[in-house]
């Protein structure tokens, strides 16, 4: 069968968008063929700096003939619905349609017969469109498009502009040539003609910008990809890749060095050349006294180099590696001098921001240590943290209280929490992080470090903002536990209050990531703590401050006729309501999908936070997994079973009567052996389960739950609930409400799917 090739080649395209824009490529065309009745057996796209190429196998010579029925208006209907449904199905007269009967009567029904096409005219008319709607998320409008004219004369706008015969097209950057061939795998391909933003398609693509700029003619796929590779043009993006890594790994070798991997910047290298050709520099050792971070990110920034280490010292070497986009004439010595040059600029402005940061800031001696002088001026120049939440000052006053209050809740000293927390934010005005914003934090611990901090101090300052990611470590300090919670806490808080919270794919502010991080920051590290009590200090914060937005929240969710005492006494009021307010319910959101991506089911989340005071979330995340593994048996599905069939019961009869039936059970309103057996054994495994659950052993108060599952079984079988005697259903209704409250100890079973 047939396959198609598409090249479209242009000036340049952004390595960032290369991946997008091949994924992109690849859906829209083949998309368009399968509506278009083309069914292809598979396709492939690749980008380069230069050129967008998609390689569909396996297509049809033509579409196929097709027959649609399109049913129109009542025989009958007025003459403008009539006339409609003929212009819809291209009919010229009613009599070319045919009288159905449905269930409305008749109705006419239009049978249009669409004959197949070559699958040629099909890619003609596909491709131009694909690359006029191309979705580049920046790109220039390019080409020619002409002018209107009559006669000799431009047709102008009402503003005196002349009129455009088409659009301007909208492309990455100047779109160059298009190839488009067409034909089996082995013999004479055509070219597939169509034009698009002045550009006509052919079966030319162009090699190497440098190296083998001339024209070169291709007829299918393996020989395209086999001419560029001759014209110095690697297509494919992860041979690129694999190409940079093992060249870099075995000069590092070479150089009794290793290589620091670094996978985000060998995708953009990969994305920057055709042909790529490592290469290796040097720089003055006397720049290894900044930190390794800084000299990493410093030669990544600038140049996209990588860096290269000591095995021996686990220290950075004076070495790096370049990818160069040629292989020149002098073996690349210019290149890399090039590199050299500017690479040494870069370091020598990073050693004066880090010899500068750790020196006294005039203006602010008087503050104290150098980073204590970089608070004050955060402080002093009031920058705006949010502006319906304050200063960065004032959010770090917050912290820092909060910093203190959570400390003894995770094991932390007090004391040196609020010193953390005090300094975590002042490097954000130092020069250092002024040009490489990346490091923040991490320039901190190592400035706190220098000024004579406690070490536990310095690696909260660094580690606060951790965990950014799913991939990201968790701080384990007890110090830097105290303050990351107090960061991600007090965002969460402020901007609740304030009703700025994420909608849909939007969260600007990165709360879905601070509530994951709070969640596995205490999983990780075992903490054993009600979240609402920070949640309470963090609100009191807010108003102690006078934000009037949080306390007019804090208003709402008290509500109107309420006597306010002390701010800290009304916040600590408001707790439940706050987390009625909706952050409870997003952190149980948060919680489930953690626990989903671990294997946890949702709905076993929603039975346990179902259950009052379920604010410890490392108790949560035990039940969840008891509960779940409890399931899994034969004992837990049946027992569920029946649970479910005991609370549906109960429910049915308590909507009818209005009763509740939460009494005690009459022993001797007890007839059957059945329900005899199930009330004993039911008390028994009251004890039993509460008593497990006292001591957190929630495996435990799962077995003792499954010793019900006979009775329980035997009671369906052999006892009717609606006896006809009121008082012996009433008892044998309170009998399963006590099966119910048992079962509560552990988790809500009516919220158990299945």
């Known amino acids: 069968m047939p396959d198609l090739l598409l090249e479209l080649f242009c000036e340049e395209i952004p390595a960032r968008m290369q991946a997008r824009a091949a994924a992109d490529l690849r859906q829209l065309v083949t998309d368009a063929?399968?509506?278009?009745?083309?069914?292809?057996?598979?396709?492939?796209?690749?980008?380069?700096?230069?050129?967008?190429?998609?390689?569909?196998?396996?297509?049809?010579?033509?579409?196929?003939?097709?027959r649609e029925e399109r049913k129109g208006p009542r025989v009958g209907a007025a003459d403008k619905a009539i006339a409609g449904f003929l212009r819809g199905a291209g009919l010229t007269s009613i009599d070319q349609a045919k009288v159905q009967s449905d269930k409305k009567g008749n109705v006419y029904v239009a049978v249009i017969d669409t004959p197949g096409r070559p699958a040629e005219d099909v890619i003609a008319e596909i491709v131009p469109k694909v690359i006029w709607s191309f979705p580049w998320p920046k790109a220039m409008t390019w080409g020619d498009p002409g002018f209107v004219t009559t006669g000799d004369k431009l047709v102008t706008d009402n503003n005196g502009n002349p009129a455009l015969a088409e659009p301007w097209l909208r492309w990455v950057r100047p779109l160059h040539s298009i190839l488009c061939t067409f034909g089996p795998e082995t013999g004479e391909t055509e070219v597939v003609d169509f034009e698009a933003g002045g550009v006509r398609s052919g079966n030319v693509t162009y090699g190497h910008r440098f190296m083998a700029p001339a024209p070169i003619e291709v007829r299918r796929f393996d020989d395209y990809v086999t001419k560029l590779d001759k014209a110095k043009v690697v297509l494919d993006a992860d041979r690129r890749k694999q190409i940079i890594h093992a060249d870099a790994r075995d000069r590092a070798l070479a150089l009794g060095l290793d290589l620091v991997e670094d996978e985000a910047l060998l995708d953009e290298v990969a994305g920057l050349v055709e042909w790529p050709v490592v290469l290796t520099g040097t720089f003055d050792e006397a720049f290894l006294d900044i930190p390794p971070e800084v000299i990493r990110t410093t030669i990544r920034a600038n140049q996209k180099c990588f860096v290269l280490r000591d095995p021996k010292t686990g220290k950075l070497s004076s070495r790096f590696m370049l990818v160069a986009n040629i292989a020149a004439p002098d073996g690349g010595k210019a290149i890399v001098a090039g590199n050299e040059r500017v690479i040494a600029a870069r370091l020598a402005d990073a050693h004066y921001f880090y010899d500068t940061d750790r020196k006294a800031l005039p203006g602010y001696e008087s503050a104290g240590k150098p980073l204590d002088q970089r608070l004050a001026k955060l402080t002093a120049q009031n920058v705006i943290f949010h502006e319906k939440l304050g200063t960065q000052g004032e959010r770090v006053e917050r912290i820092v209280q909060l910093a203190k209050e959570i400390a003894p809740l995770v094991g932390a000293d007090p004391d040196r929490a609020a010193r953390a927390a005090s300094l975590a934010k002042a490097d954000l005005v130092t020069e250092m992080v002024g040009e490489f914003p990346e490091?923040?934090?991490?320039?901190?611990?190592?400035?706190?470090?220098?000024?004579?901090?406690?070490?536990?101090?310095?690696?909260?300052?660094?580690?606060?903002?951790?965990?950014?990611?799913?991939?990201d470590r968790v701080p384990s300090d007890p110090v830097a536990i105290a303050v990351a919670l107090a960061d991600k806490l007090d965002m969460l808080v402020g901007f609740w209050a304030i009703d700025e919270k994420p909608t849909g794919s939007k969260d600007p502010y990165a709360l879905r990531r601070a509530a994951l991080g709070v969640i596995r920051i205490i999983l990780s590290n075992n903490l054993r703590l009600d979240l609402w009590v920070p949640l309470r200090v963090s609100l009191s914060g807010y108003t102690e401050q006078g934000n009037k937005l949080v306390s007019a929240a804090v208003d709402r969710w008290i509500g109107e006729g309420v006597e306010r005492e002390t701010t800290r006494?009304?916040?600590i009021r408001v707790t439940h309501a706050f987390g009625v307010s909706g952050l409870q319910d997003f952190f149980r959101d948060r919680l489930q999908v953690q626990l989903r991506e671990q294997g946890a089911r949702?709905?076993?989340?929603?039975a346990v936070f179902a259950l009052p005071e379920q604010r410890d979330l490392v108790l949560i995340v035990r039940r969840v997994e008891a509960l779940g593994q409890f399931l899994d048996?034969?004992?837990?599905?049946?027992l569920l079973a029946g649970l479910k069939r005991a609370t549906n019961i109960l429910t049915d009869e308590e909507k009818k009567s209005g009763e509740s039936y939460d009494g005690e059970v009459n022993?001797?309103?007890?007839?059957?052996?059945?329900?005899r057996a199930l009330f004993e054994?039911?008390?028994?495994?009251?004890?039993?389960?509460?008593?497990?659950?006292?001591?957190?052993?929630?495996?435990?108060?799962?077995?003792?739950?499954?010793?019900?599952?006979a009775p329980v079984d035997a009671f369906f079988d052999k006892v009717l609930v609606n006896a006809p005697e009121a008082d012996?259903?009433?008892?044998?209704?309170?009998?399963?409400?006590?099966?119910?409250?048992?079962?509560?100890?552990?988790?809500?079973?009516?919220?158990?799917?299945?």
């Open 602 to 606: 949702h709905d076993l989340v929603d």
């Open 633 to 638: 048996t034969d004992d837990g599905a049946n």
């Open 728 to 754: 012996v259903r009433a008892n044998r209704l309170r009998l399963l409400n006590k099966i119910r409250q048992a079962t509560l100890a552990v988790a809500d079973f009516s919220r158990v799917g299945g």
């Open 439 to 471: 490091l923040q934090g991490l320039m901190g611990r190592y400035y706190a470090l220098a000024q004579g901090e406690d070490a536990s101090v310095a690696a909260a300052i660094e580690d606060h903002y951790k965990p950014l990611g799913p991939s």
């Open 569 to 571: 006494e009304t916040v």
């Open 33 to 66: 063929l399968v509506d278009a009745g083309l069914v292809y057996e598979g396709a492939k796209a690749f980008a380069t700096p230069r050129r967008l190429t998609l390689t569909v196998h396996g297509l049809p010579a033509r579409s196929p003939d097709r």
């Open 681 to 709: 054994a039911v008390g028994a495994a009251e004890g039993e389960v509460r008593a497990a659950v006292e001591v957190e052993d929630f495996a435990d108060a799962m077995r003792a739950l499954a010793k019900l599952r």
């Open 667 to 675: 022993p001797a309103l007890l007839a059957e052996p059945e329900e």
